[in-house]
């Protein structure tokens, strides 16, 4: 696993590693996303953007060797950002592109569970 420092984001490449962060940060915003994924590459430097915006640790996953993950989290599409709050699955997006204002506020109004 990578190491963190403060305001970048964070690559895991196990579910065990997702699992630790989310157990050791208050709140997580995490983009599961496949190697071959354009717009996920597209997304890196909004989430660049969004880790020195907001106190949300952000993590990149590609559970290509966690598949378990993919049913757990319900992911169907790529990119899919998940916002974690505690430990908690509390907001989800699966659509694409998003500018660094709406990941921003995504982040931000994550208390509203819309999962």
């Known amino acids: 696993m990578e190491t963190k420092t403060e305001h ?6 196990t579910r065990d590693e997702l ?24 997304m890196e430097p909004i989430l660049d953007i969004a880790a020195k915006a907001t106190d949300a640790t952000v993590v990149v996953f590609n559970p290509k060797h966690d598949l378990d993950a993919v049913e757990a989290f319900d992911v169907r599409s790529v990119p899919t950002l998940l916002l974690f709050a505690d430990g908690d699955l509390i907001h989800r997006r699966a659509d694409g592109f998003v ?8 982040v931000e109004r994550g208390s509203e569970s819309d999962v």
């Not at 699992?19 to 597209?42: N, P």
Request: proline share 3%; hydrophobic share 40%; glycine share 2%.
């Open 8 to 13: 970048s984001v964070q690559t895991v490449e």
């Open 19 to 42: 699992d630790d962060v989310l157990a050791t940060a208050d709140r997580v915003l995490v983009m599961v996303r496949t190697t071959g994924c354009t717009i996920c590459k597209s």
């Open 99 to 106: 500018p660094a204002e709406e990941l921003i506020e995504f």
